[in-house]
């Protein structure tokens, strides 16, 4: 699976929070699962450009 997401730019947004090695693994599969459904949403209404309204 490849990296979805920026661990500096989540420590950042997450400011002085800690943050658990294994959140970034679980944030990941998350992201992935929702650019899959989006995509979904996209194809079953005939368009391949995925939209906001897609998530």
Do not use: H
């Not at 661990?7 to 944030?27: C, H, I, P």
């Not at 990941?28 to 699962?33: K, Y």
């Amino acid at each position: 699976m490849a990296d979805l997401i920026v661990k500096s730019a989540v420590k950042e947004q997450l400011d002085e929070m800690n943050v658990a090695a294994d959140f970034y693994d679980a944030l990941d599969e998350d992201v992935a699962e929702l650019l899959d459904d989006a995509a979904r949403r996209a194809e079953a209404n005939d368009r391949k450009t995925v939209q906001p309204r897609d998530l």
